[in-house]
């Protein structure tokens, strides 16, 4: 059996879904009382809509947060190096200075990272920037492998020396441990170059200055703390 | 970055679930969920109060997940390759199983990603996001009529799936 009221036949799913006012709902049920291909259509409304109410909501079962943290970090790097580069062009005229600080507020307002270069800019002679030079490193807080747990600002620079070098074959993350000496192999930080900011990894043995965030890894065979991630690697001549 | 990661956690899970339902894949579902928020972040500055945030974000997350489906065709299955084969649930599930609530939900979740990604969208914002039809509209861009014959389209392909296992459900 059909029906051609298609006036109507439109408002059913907006009928079982209580969304008419009074006056289309009674002209609505006035229909239905003759019209039995609208009934069976109202019951196969009903019943989808009672099954899909109450739908749950899911949680991921990994968080991805530290890799989007990284990408956004990565983009905020991308971001000032472009616009570095662009504005070292011009560096004689002294201008570059006012529109990078408009684009880098911005991105410093949307990131909170303390990414700013300060007051050597004109210095400049090379129109490459990498990412190093773009990163205030003074701004990062020095740790060592035993004051790390008393720090508490998120951006740190850690010193020590490169061991327990690890390549995740599955997503390709360089791990590896930071100790003070060999003989307190027990005290270490571990540090993770993670997507998608792909630093060359250090050479083991090697002592270096590790610049990035501060995490502690609270699982329960973990609890240690980390450099997650990674921002930038300097080498330490002794 | 901490307001920013306030706007994650406030919308993770909806995003999540979001992709979930719509891909069908928790995997990959955790996946795009990475994508959106990185595409949320970057189109951030761009943001204007137009539309509430929660529409503009799904709106991100829904272009996101039909991107992924396009690119992977062979994942999607035409319902008219599968309707009145007899194949739907018949005889895959004892009843007794059924009367968990999750066997239900998965029932449910198998019976949505028969239906077209474009319908399957529409009943993941109104059930899941409780979005009106204005709203719903605003996601997709287009009119709250195509909304509501979207939904209904929807719902009476779900009902005829999810026949043979009525009482069950
Ligand atoms: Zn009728």
Same mark, same amino acid.
Request: glycine residues 4%; proline residues 4%; aromatic residues 8%.
């Given at each position: ?238 | ?30 996946? %795009? ?20 945030? %929660? ?72 059930? #899941? ?10 996601? #997709? ?29």
């Amino acid at each position: 059996m059909w029906c051609f009221r298609f006036d109507l036949r439109k408002k059913l799913m907006p009928y079982v879904d209580g969304r008419l006012d009074s006056r289309m709902v009674q002209k609505i049920e006035q229909h239905l009382l003759d019209c039995n291909a609208c009934r069976l259509q109202v019951k196969i409304l009903q019943t989808g809509h009672r099954l899909l109410t109450g739908l749950p909501v899911l949680t991921p079962t990994r968080d991805p947060w530290e890799a989007i943290e990284a990408a956004v970090l990565a983009d905020s790097i991308k971001a000032q190096e472009v616009t570095l580069v662009a504005g070292s062009r011009r560096w004689g005229v002294h201008a570059p200075g006012l529109a990078l600080a408009g684009v880098l507020s911005l991105a410093l307002a949307v990131t909170g990272v303390w990414l700013i270069r300060t007051g050597t800019l004109h210095e400049r002679e090379s129109e490459s920037f990498n990412q190093k030079e773009i990163l205030d490193l003074k701004r990062f807080q020095p740790v060592s492998v035993t004051n790390i747990k008393d720090q508490t600002e998120p951006h740190i620079v850690a010193e020590g020396v490169v061991t327990a070098m690890e390549l995740e074959e599955e997503d390709g993350d360089f791990t590896f441990k930071l100790i003070e000496d060999a003989s307190r192999p027990d005290q270490f930080i571990v540090c993770e170059i993670i997507e998608p900011i792909r630093l060359k990894p250090p050479k083991v043995g090697s002592r270096v200055k590790v610049y990035g965030v501060r995490r502690f890894d609270d699982k329960s065979n973990h609890q240690w703390f980390e450099v997650h991630p990674v921002l930038n690697i300097e080498q330490v001549k002794r | 970055m901490s307001a920013f990661r306030s706007l994650y956690e406030a919308y993770r899970d909806r995003t999540y679930s979001l992709a979930c339902y719509v891909l069908g894949d928790s995997l990959q579902a955790e996946d %795009a969920l990475q994508s959106i928020f990185l595409k949320v972040h970057r189109s951030l500055p761009a943001f204007r109060n137009e539309s509430s945030f %929660a529409t503009w974000l799904y709106r991100i997350a829904v272009n996101e997940c039909q991107d992924r489906l396009r690119k992977q065709p062979e994942a999607y299955v035409p319902l008219e390759d599968i309707i009145g084969s007899g194949a739907e649930f018949d005889g895959q599930l004892l009843p007794d199983e059924l009367h968990a609530q999750s066997e239900r939900q998965r029932v449910i979740q198998e019976a949505l990603l028969l239906l077209s990604p474009k319908l399957r969208s529409v009943v993941v914002l109104k059930y #899941l996001e409780g979005l009106s039809y204005e709203e719903i509209a605003q996601v #997709l861009e287009c009119s709250a009529g195509t909304v509501a014959s979207r939904l209904n389209r929807a719902l009476v392909e779900l009902e005829a799936r999810l026949r043979p296992l009525k009482g069950m459900i």
